[in-house]
């Protein structure tokens, strides 16, 4: 942890300590200290420093600040690196680029705005200026590479835990990557895996989740199937707080065992029992939704009794 994030979460937990006392416990300068301190207020921290009273942080703003995230976890839990951009084309690309550049397991991209947000088969995301969580996180499991699709499961289950956590709303998943508040779409999940010798060798695991639009934030054709955390329950979390709390229930998921992480992802699915119209590989395929396996496909069980398992794809519920 950066002595940054030692220091926010010392202020945090410890209100009213001197300067001095500040930075011995971070081990770091009184320098260091008065510089994090007036940075952090020209960003909107508000920060009393009392002479005789020490300091004391009063509030902090929605910001995506590194630091900020990575002092919401306990040390041990934090990701290795947190990477915030104003605005990009896509946060997915950024920490693709990362990743071939060596980035370690666990690192996450963020941005304000994207350029060009997409959902799967090229689909666009809208991603509105400061009013959403635009994150990409960089997974390298030793997994085989049939357990890939899992990966967007174990993302939609972070996703619910995290705004379940901080938010009181009843998420459901569709499959297999919306993640729904009252059958409209809260957050949108778009895995990009790569492969290397039959073995999967690293992931970047995209997430959208809208946090504080209102209605007329979103384009006209989202306004009646889109929702935000601010719609569904106010006030909306803090971002960081967001991220904090997904980055670590992703990574908690990823280690879990697999009948675990599928026997959480059934409870919460929206999808399974449903009749449902599937397109794949060119074929229409209609049937009950039975089951999701742990390559993350959706078996559906068809007209004859057989089962068809749908791997990737859209789905559409007729029940
Ligand atoms: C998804 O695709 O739902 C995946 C979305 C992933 C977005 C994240 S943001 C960070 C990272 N960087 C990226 O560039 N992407 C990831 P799909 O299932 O194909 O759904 C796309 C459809 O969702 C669109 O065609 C719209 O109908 C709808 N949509 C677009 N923006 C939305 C929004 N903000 N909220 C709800 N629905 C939206």
Redesign the pocket.
């Known amino acids: 942890m950066t002595p940054e994030a030692r220091l926010l979460r010392r202020l945090r937990d410890h209100p009213g300590q001197s300067v001095d006392q500040l930075a011995a416990a971070c081990r770091t300068s009184t320098d260091l200290v008065l510089a994090r301190l007036a940075e952090w207020r020209s960003l909107g921290f508000d920060i009393l420093e009392h002479p005789s009273g020490g300091v004391h942080l009063l509030a902090v703003p929605d910001r995506l600040i590194p630091e900020d995230i990575a002092s919401l976890l306990p040390e041990d839990q934090a990701p290795p690196r947190v990477l915030v951009f104003q605005s990009t084309a896509?946060?997915?690309d950024l920490a693709e680029r990362e990743a071939l550049a060596g980035a370690p397991h666990g690192l996450v991209v963020l941005a304000e705005t994207?350029e060009?947000?997409?959902?799967?088969?090229g689909?666009?995301?809208?991603?509105a200026p400061g009013l959403?969580l635009?994150?990409?996180i960089l997974l390298r499991p030793v997994w085989p590479a049939s357990r890939a699709g899992s990966l967007t499961l174990a993302a939609a289950l972070a996703v619910a835990d995290a705004t379940e956590a901080l938010c009181p709303i009843h998420t459901r998943i569709k499959w297999p990557?919306?993640v729904l508040v009252d059958g409209r779409?809260l957050a949108?999940?778009?895995t990009e895996t790569r492969f290397q010798d039959g073995r999967l060798s690293h992931a970047v695991v995209?997430?959208?989740i809208?946090v504080s639009q209102g209605t007329t934030d979103?384009p006209p054709?989202?306004r009646t199937?889109?929702t935000s955390l601010a719609l569904a329950s106010t006030p909306a979390p803090r971002r960081a707080e967001l991220a904090a709390i997904v980055w670590q229930r992703l990574a908690a998921w990823c280690a879990a065992p697999p009948d675990v992480l599928l026997a959480a992802w059934r409870d919460r699915c929206d999808t399974l029992g449903r009749q449902v119209r599937a397109r794949c590989a060119g074929r229409l395929i209609e049937g009950t939704a039975h089951s999701v396996d742990e390559s993350g496909s959706l078996l559906v069980r068809i007209e004859s009794g057989s089962l068809v398992p749908i791997l990737a794809g859209?789905i559409v519920h007729l029940t």
């Open positions: 896509s946060t997915n994207q060009e947000g997409r959902g799967r088969l689909r666009p995301w809208h991603s959403g635009w994150m990409s990557n919306d779409k949108g999940i778009l995209g997430i959208g809208n979103f054709e989202l199937i889109a859209d």
